[in-house]
């Protein structure tokens, strides 16, 4: 049976049953067990160049990854952490812990959305926002830098909606359809018209048509609910799409079109869909991880090929992944340690099929990760 979802503006059609059990899936470096595939820490760990599932449970509900440890969400609004622990990036309470397998930060039941970097952010069904991880530059929004073991809620506020961070910033959106943003801000990523830090949550602007936001590494990225895009922050190799490599510390229009969709940004490119299923990618090309055939960098969004059927886009650490709406998974960009999962290092500048499953329904986004975790039925 076939299932409509949106996606930006656009109605695709998926083959996934809405609410349909899903596996979670793990592919690429696996030091210190961030993979979550139960292997020790230390060595050998074993890398993956192929999706290897992550237990057996069907339970799993969304999913994030970071350059060294991964956290997901269940079903049961339960919030669960593995890899790297270092300045206490799982949550669990303890610093510089190890875990290869999947361990609960918690045990409360109300987790809905999640980001692994620095910060870790979360939302909770109820509309708050905690933090917990490395503080460096306030990056938690508590006024002050200390890292935590586990989440502290920022602020009292049960209004934030979307969620971003990257490089010791974070940036929100709220239900009203404002934007706020703080942390590290060395080349004006937070959109603040300077490049002073923020230790506590600062509005973007006086806007309240928000719709998306996403962090590259030293780069944001979001639509407004008119589908436009609009970029800021470093520019380096024209990561921001305004056709020059100036840096950029408010939120500067891309283009005039109003048709985008799904964004995301990686260490030092951005990738989009548009509402019309094309699919369309700028900045450092050097892996090939633009995807177009080439290693020749962009300042402008140039598109991916002719096809319509593209979907949810994620981009990492030099390699990035797009879906289509007949819910493949594709992937293209450098394939160290087995980075686009498939079943090799060899990489790739044009987007390739990840294994021949028609069955993915999710791809976690971290902009400085050297795995891959996806979700599929």
């Known amino acids: 049976m076939l299932f409509q979802k949106m996606s930006g503006k656009r109605t695709t059609t998926s083959m996934v049953s809405p609410g349909a059990p899903l596996q979670l899936w793990a592919w690429g470096k696996n030091y210190g067990g961030r993979l979550g595939l139960g292997d020790a820490y230390g060595t050998p760990y074993l890398n993956r160049s192929s999706p290897a599932q992550v237990g057996a449970l069907t339970t799993w509900s969304t999913a994030a990854v970071s350059s060294g440890h991964s956290l997901a969400v269940k079903t049961d609004g339960t919030l669960w952490a593995w890899g790297t622990g270092t300045y206490g990036n ?47 530059y306030g990056g938690h929004g508590l006024g002050d830098e200390i890292s935590r073991s586990s989440p502290v809620q920022i602020g009292t506020l049960a209004t934030w909606s979307k969620i971003a961070a990257s490089q010791r910033r974070a940036l929100a959106i709220k239900t009203d359809g404002t934007l706020w943003a703080w942390g590290g801000n060395g080349k004006g990523p937070l959109g603040l018209s300077n490049n002073i830090h923020r230790s506590s ?45 100036v840096y950029r510390s ?29 699919l369309w990618t700028w900045g450092l090309n050097n892996y090939g991880m633009l995807g177009l055939g080439d290693s020749t960098h962009r300042s402008s969004p140039v598109q991916v090929g002719a096809l319509t059927t593209w979907n949810a886009v994620a981009t990492s650490d030099d390699f990035s992944f797009a879906l289509k709406t007949d819910s493949t998974l594709w992937a293209w960009g450098r394939n160290s340690f087995g980075y686009l ?12 099929q990840v294994g021949t499953l028609a069955r993915w329904t999710t791809i976690a986004k971290g902009a400085a990760a050297k795995h891959a975790i996806a979700l599929r039925t």
């Open 90 to 136: 799982l949550g669990i309470g303890i610093n510089n812990a190890f875990r290869s397998s999947p361990v609960q930060v918690g045990t409360l039941t109300t987790w809905s959305a999640v980001v692994a970097d620095v910060p870790n952010l979360a939302t909770k069904t109820d509309g708050t926002l905690w933090a917990w991880g490395q503080g460096t």
């Open 201 to 245: 949550p600062v509005q973007v602007g006086t806007l309240t048509t928000w719709r998306a936001v996403a962090c590259g590494r030293y780069h944001t990225i979001a639509t407004k609910t008119d589908g436009t895009l609009w970029t800021w922050g470093d520019n380096t190799d024209g990561r921001l799409g305004l056709g020059d490599v």
């Open 250 to 278: 408010s939120p500067v229009q891309v283009g005039t079109l109003a048709t985008w969709g799904e964004i995301a940004g990686g260490k030092t490119q951005t990738v989009s869909s548009k509402s019309d299923g094309t």
């Open 341 to 352: 999962g498939l079943g090799n290092v060899v990489y790739r500048s044009v987007p390739v």
